[in-house]
C-alpha cells in the first residue's frame, strides 16, 4: 500500500475542528505555532451560499425540510447524524448507544443549542458531596480565568445571578421572554422551580467587528451566516486560518498516531476520502480533538509495541467510564393559547428562559441535578405541520379527524399552543459503560470501529422519574394539559437512549493517578508526554450542564501549557 | 515527490471555493431531466445531491395514482383564496416523498404506505360503487371518506382504512402549510431578519400578563446592540 509522506514537520498536530481543536487552533496558531488542523469532513463555512441553509423556506427543499438526509431535518447544519454510511458501530447485546458524528469543518459546533454553561465549583467536586463517580483533579478556580476569556472572545449572554453552583461570566444581555415563556414563568414559579434568562452563545450585542449579531431568525441549528452564534468554524477556525500559521486538511480521516520506538508521538496517518489514499504528516505534538468516542477509536487503533493495547492506554481505561447527559421531555397543551394573534417571535435559536438545578440532592434519592429548557411558540413550519390537525379537539370533547376546510381552521387553531419541556441531567460515570475496538468490524476505509456498552443505572431512572413529575406539575401550573401519558418504570421513566443527548464525554478521563486515570490535569497523555486530548473526552464528570463550554475552556488551558512546554524546550 | 507534494496540498484547504452543484457529477442525458426537475437550492452535500437527484428523477406512480391523489387531495383540503392543493405542490410531494423514503430505514413508506391507501381506498369505492376513486364522483368520494376519515370509528374492517386516510390527511396539511401559499394562509411572519423586542404590548394585555420589571431590566437594550460590549472587572456591562 502507498503511503504518501510530507517532509514537513509541525509543531503541533491537532485532529478535528470542533469546540476543542478549534480553540486548540486558534490559541497555539495566535502564539506563532505552526500547526496543521486535520478535519475528516469538508470545509464547511455557513456564509458560502452553496452551503447556507439558514433563511430557507421549507418548499426549497423537496422533502419539505424531512430527516431522510439529516436525522434533525434538511436545514439543520450537521453533515452525518447517529448513524453514517460505511461507518457502523455496534452496541453489546442488551445494551444500546447511540453516537452522533458531524463531519465537517467545525464540527458538532454548528447545530448545538449554544447553550453555554458553566460547570460550578460542586460539579468537579461531586464525590466530595454524594461519595460517587471521582473528583476532577481540578478546580472551578482553575478553570475559572479561561471561562472568564472564552465570555469575552466568543460572547455569551444570560444574567448574573450569584448561585454558588452556576457560576456567573461577562453576559451579553439576554432577550426578553417569548409568551409562551412567561406562561412557563409564571408555571415554574408556583412551582417553585428557580426560572432565569438562559445562557446561549448568541450575540445579542456586538462583541467584535468581525462578526455580526443576532437578526432573531430562530435558526441557530443552521449555523449563522453573519457568525452571530458561535461555531468554532465560523469563530475559530475560519479566522485563525488568516494568520498563516495553519495547514487545513479537509476530508482526511485520522486513524492513527504515529509513534518511535520508545513510544513518543511523531506525528499522524490519515486516510484523504477524495482518493481513498494514506498520508503521514509529522509533528512534535498531537492534540486529539475528534470528539470523545472518536478520540479514543483512534488511541485504541494505535497500537505499537511500546503501547501494546493501545497508545496512552496503560492504564486500560481508555474507552471506559463513557457517559452521556440523561433526558426526558414532555409536551404541554396550553388552551389558552389557541387562535393565537400571529406576530413573528422566532427569537434567538433556543430557549429564552430555562431552569437551573434548583434542589439539594441530599434529600430526594437520586444524587445530581437536572436543568430544564423549554421550547415553543409560533415557529417556521416544518414537515411534519399539520400532521394531527385536530387531535387537541380531544380536550374540548370534539370530534378528531374529518376532512374539509375544518382542517385548515384546526392547524390555525392549534398553531402555537404546545409548549415542551425537555430535562438534561447529570449521570453517574460507570466503568462498566464504556466503548472499546470491535474486533469483528471495519469500516469502508479498513479501520476498525466501535462498538459500545451503555445502561443507566437506577440513579438516572430516578432522576428521569423525578423529571416527569416535574414537568407534569410545572405543566399544570402554567395552566396546561401534559400531553400523553406519563412515562412509567416499564417505559423506563421516558429516559433517552445514551448517546441521544449528544453530550458524551469520559472517555479518557483525567486524573492525578495514571492507574486510574488517561490524561494528567492538563489534558496530556500519563504514558506520552506529546499527545493531549481536547475535547470531552478528558471529562472526569459531564455536570447537568452542555459541555462545550467547559471542552473550550479546558482546551485554552492546555493550548497555553503546550504553548510554555514548547518554549522550555520541553518538548 | 514533487507529485506527492502537490496531492497533500490539494488536501489543504482543498474544499474552498470548491462549488458543490449537482451538475458536476452527471452525464449531458441526465441534464435534460434534470433542468426541469432541478429547482431546489439550499445547501446540500455532494451525497445528499446525488439521493435528491435520484428522488427527483424517478417515477413511483402512475398517472392515474396521481390523479387520484390530486383528487382526493382536494376533497381532504378544498381550494381557497390563497390557492389549491396543485399550487402548494402537495401531488409532487406525495411522488417525492414516495420515493424518499423508500429505504428499509423508512420502511418503504412509498409502497406500504401511501401506495397501499390507494389500493384500500380503490377497494372501498368498488365495493360501494364498483369503480375506482378516479370514477367516483365528490359525493361519492366524501362518502367514503365518512367512515374512515374520524377516529371514532371502531369497525375492525375499516381500521387498516382509518390509519391510512390519517397517513393521506397528515400528508396534504403538512405539504400544503409547508408551501407557499400555505404559509401564507397560516399567517407565519418570521424566517426573516428582525430585532426582537418582547412580546407586543397588546398581546400581553390580551393574556393578562406582564413583564417582570426587574427581569427586563436586564434584558437587552436594541437601541445599544450595535455598541461594542465592554465589561468592568466583575463582569457588569459598562456599554
Known amino acids: ?571 | 515527490m514533487m507529485k506527492r507534494r502537490d496531492s497533500i496540498k490539494t488536501m489543504i484547504l482543498g474544499s474552498i471555493g470548491a462549488s458543490m452543484t449537482l451538475k458536476s457529477c452527471i452525464t449531458s442525458e441526465d441534464k435534460i431531466v434534470l433542468d426541469q426537475v432541478w429547482k431546489y437550492s439550499y445547501g446540500r452535500t455532494q451525497d445528499e445531491l446525488k439521493w435528491d437527484y435520484k428522488v427527483l428523477t424517478g417515477k413511483f406512480f402512475s398517472e392515474t395514482e396521481l390523479l387520484t391523489i390530486e383528487k382526493i387531495a382536494n376533497i381532504i383540503l378544498p381550494p381557497n383564496n390563497y390557492g389549491s392543493i396543485k399550487d402548494a405542490g402537495v401531488v409532487e410531494l406525495f411522488e417525492i416523498i414516495a420515493k424518499d423514503f423508500s429505504t428499509p430505514a423508512h420502511n418503504e413508506y412509498g409502497e406500504k404506505v401511501l401506495r397501499r391507501g390507494l389500493i384500500v381506498f380503490n377497494e372501498l369505492s368498488n365495493a360501494l360503487y364498483n369503480k375506482d376513486i378516479i370514477e367516483c364522483s365528490e359525493k361519492e368520494i366524501k362518502s367514503i371518506f365518512d367512515d374512515i376519515a374520524f377516529n371514532d370509528n371502531e369497525d375492525d374492517h375499516l381500521q387498516e382504512a382509518i390509519r391510512l386516510f390519517a397517513v393521506y390527511r397528515g400528508m396534504v396539511l403538512t405539504g400544503y402549510f409547508t408551501s407557499e401559499i400555505g404559509i401564507k394562509d397560516l399567517g407565519y411572519k418570521g424566517n426573516t431578519p428582525n430585532v426582537w423586542d418582547g412580546v407586543p404590548e397588546e398581546i400581553l394585555k390580551d393574556y393578562s400578563v406582564s413583564y417582570d420589571q426587574e427581569w427586563i431590566s436586564r434584558c437587552v437594550d436594541q437601541s445599544k446592540r450595535n455598541d461594542i460590549a465592554e465589561w468592568d472587572e466583575d463582569g457588569n456591562l459598562l456599554t
Open chain 1, 1 to 571: 500500500m502507498e503511503i504518501i509522506k510530507s517532509k514537513k514537520e509541525y509543531d503541533v498536530i491537532v485532529v478535528g475542528s470542533g469546540a476543542g481543536g478549534g480553540m486548540a487552533t486558534k490559541i497555539l496558531s495566535d502564539a506563532g505555532i505552526n500547526v496543521a488542523l486535520v478535519e475528516s469532513g469538508p470545509y464547511f463555512d455557513p456564509a458560502n451560499p452553496d452551503q447556507q441553509t439558514q433563511l430557507k423556506w421549507p418548499w426549497e427543499s423537496p422533502r419539505r425540510g424531512a430527516g431522510t438526509n439529516r436525522a434533525f431535518g434538511d436545514f439543520h447544519m450537521s453533515y452525518g447524524d447517529w448513524s453514517l454510511d460505511g461507518e457502523p458501530y455496534s452496541s453489546v447485546e442488551g445494551t444500546d448507544f447511540k453516537w452522533w458524528r458531524s463531519r465537517m469543518l467545525g464540527g458538532r459546533t454548528n447545530h448545538w443549542g449554544r447553550i453555554s454553561l458553566r460547570f460550578g465549583p460542586r460539579d468537579f467536586k461531586s464525590k466530595d458531596f454524594d461519595g460517587l463517580g471521582e473528583n476532577w483533579p481540578i478546580s472551578y478556580d482553575d478553570i475559572k480565568p479561561y471561562y472568564d476569556k472564552l465570555d469575552k472572545l466568543v460572547g455569551v449572554y444570560g444574567t448574573k445571578e450569584n448561585m454558588f453552583n452556576e457560576p456567573d461570566g461577562f453576559f451579553l444581555p439576554p432577550p426578553k421572554p417569548r409568551l409562551h415563556e412567561l406562561f412557563y414563568i409564571k408555571g415554574a414559579r408556583k412551582s417553585n422551580v428557580k426560572v432565569m434568562p438562559s445562557r446561549l452563545s448568541v450575540l445579542t450585542k456586538r462583541i467584535n467587528n468581525e462578526r455580526g449579531i443576532c437578526f432573531y431568525c430562530g435558526q441557530c441549528d443552521r449555523s449563522c451566516s453573519v457568525y452571530g452564534d458561535f461555531s468554532s468554524s465560523s469563530c475559530l477556525v475560519i479566522p485563525s486560518l488568516k494568520g498563516g500559521m495553519v495547514d487545513l486538511y479537509v476530508n482526511s480521516m485520522v486513524n492513527e498516531v504515529i509513534t518511535d520506538k520508545n513510544g513518543r508521538a511523531t506525528g499522524v496517518s490519515f486516510i484523504n476520502k477524495e482518493n481513498g489514499k494514506d498520508y503521514k504528516i509529522k509533528g512534535k505534538i498531537v492534540v486529539l480533538a475528534a470528539s470523545a468516542c472518536a478520540t479514543a477509536r483512534i488511541l485504541l487503533n494505535s497500537k505499537s509495541n511500546a503501547h501494546p493495547n493501545g497508545l496512552g492506554n496503560s492504564s486500560n481505561l481508555i474507552g471506559k467510564y463513557l457517559h452521556d447527559s440523561t433526558g426526558a421531555g414532555r409536551g404541554v397543551f396550553i388552551p389558552e393559547l389557541i387562535n393565537r394573534k400571529i406576530y413573528n417571535e422566532d427569537g434567538v435559536g433556543g430557549m429564552h428562559v430555562y431552569s437551573p438545578w434548583w434542589l439539594d440532592n441530599r434529600k430526594l434519592d437520586f444524587p445530581r441535578g437536572y436543568h430544564i429548557e423549554v421550547g415553543g411558540g409560533m415557529t417556521l413550519p416544518q414537515y411534519g405541520i399539520g400532521w394531527n390537525p385536530n387531535d387537541f379537539n380531544k380536550f374540548f370533547g370534539l370530534r378528531t379527524g374529518g376532512y374539509g376546510d375544518s382542517l385548515r381552521e384546526d392547524v390555525k387553531k392549534y398553531y402555537g399552543s404546545t409548549v415542551y419541556l425537555s430535562g438534561r441531567g447529570e449521570a453517574i460515570p460507570l466503568k462498566e459503560n464504556y466503548c472499546e475496538i470491535d474486533p469483528e468490524s471495519k469500516d469502508k476505509y479498513g479501520v476498525p470501529v466501535l462498538r459500545f456498552r451503555y445502561k443507566w443505572s437506577d440513579y438516572e431512572y430516578k432522576q428521569a422519574k423525578h423529571m416527569h413529575d416535574t414537568f407534569e406539575e410545572i405543566a399544570y401550573n402554567m395552566g396546561g394539559i401534559p400531553l400523553g401519558s406519563k412515562p412509567t418504570k416499564e417505559d423506563n421513566y421516558g429516559i433517552s437512549v445514551p448517546g441521544e443527548i449528544i453530550h458524551e464525554v469520559g472517555t479518557t478521563r483525567m486524573g492525578n493517578d495514571p492507574k486510574t486515570s488517561v490524561v494528567n490535569k492538563y489534558e496530556r497523555l500519563h504514558d506520552v508526554d506529546n499527545v493531549y486530548i481536547v475535547d470531552a473526552a478528558p471529562f472526569v464528570s459531564q455536570a447537568d450542564k452542555n459541555p462545550t463550554w467547559t471542552i473550550m475552556a479546558l482546551s485554552w488551558r492546555t493550548s497555553e501549557h503546550i504553548i510554555n512546554e514548547l518554549k522550555r524546550q520541553n518538548v
